[in-house]
T-cell receptor, first 113, second 113 residues
């Protein structure tokens, strides 16, 4: 049972463009939604995270948009750069309950120069 | 430097030959876990540990064992490896088990022939 559905599986964007990765969940007990970035040959690293009390969080060129009613959240990468080429994982977990961290299947982003 | 280390980084072995992948963190984290990463399946949790001597199964525990005798170490044991355990393995640690950044190790690529 896949608890977090991530799309697309792969994404190719031109330098300077906007990259958008979407995730959806069903379990309303989830209340912490991190995104992890993984470069080839490395372990994943936390990129940005959001809690459902806000609808948007921005850190530099990276923005999470959160729609609680639709149970969807997305990562937007503005002015995408070749150095952003990596695999991105969305995830979800429940802060106070038994819902441990679960990951989406990942999106491989390629930013062409 | 705060980090999670894994050894070995690469391992080729044969079916049935017991092996151990070590994991160590220097951040005094309580929570540690093991994941496997397979193409198209994302990150799946194998086992996790809330603290010393406290371990529990994740989503795909079959064929694996773990132990947590010291806070900093969390080895993954494959008593009788099989080819379907060929994968990329990551150890991770965090302060607590909910709502905290997961710090991942560099990964161990295991091939079982």
């Amino acid at each position: 049972q896949q608890q977090v559905k991530q799309s697309p599986q792969s994404l190719i964007v031109q330098k300077g463009g906007i990259s958008i990765i979407n995730c959806a969940y069903e379990n309303t007990a989830f209340d912490y939604f991190p995104w992890y970035q993984q470069f080839p040959g490395k372990g994943p690293a936390l990129l940005i995270a959001i809690r459902p009390d806000v609808s948007e969080k921005k850190e530099g060129r990276f923005t999470i948009s959160f729609n609680k009613s639709a149970k969807q959240f997305s990562l937007h990468i503005m002015d995408s750069q070749p150095g952003d080429s990596a695999t991105y994982f969305c995830a979800a977990e429940g802060w106070g309950g038994s819902e441990k961290l679960v990951f989406g299947k990942g999106t491989k982003l390629t930013v062409n120069p | 430097e705060a980090q999670v280390t894994q050894n070995p980084r690469y391992l080729i072995t044969v079916t049935g030959k017991k092996l151990t992948v070590t994991c160590s963190q220097n951040m005094n984290h309580e929570y540690m876990s093991w994941y496997r990463q397979d193409p198209g399946l994302g990150l799946r949790q194998i086992y996790y540990s809330m603290n010393v001597e406290v371990t529990d199964k994740g989503d795909v525990p079959e064929g694996y064992k773990v132990s947590r005798k010291e806070k900093r170490n969390f080895p993954l044991i494959l008593e009788s490896p099989s080819p379907n355990q060929t994968s990329l393995y990551f150890c991770a640690s965090s302060e607590r088990d909910r709502g905290h950044e997961q710090y991942f190790g560099p990964g161990t690529r295991l091939t079982v022939t």
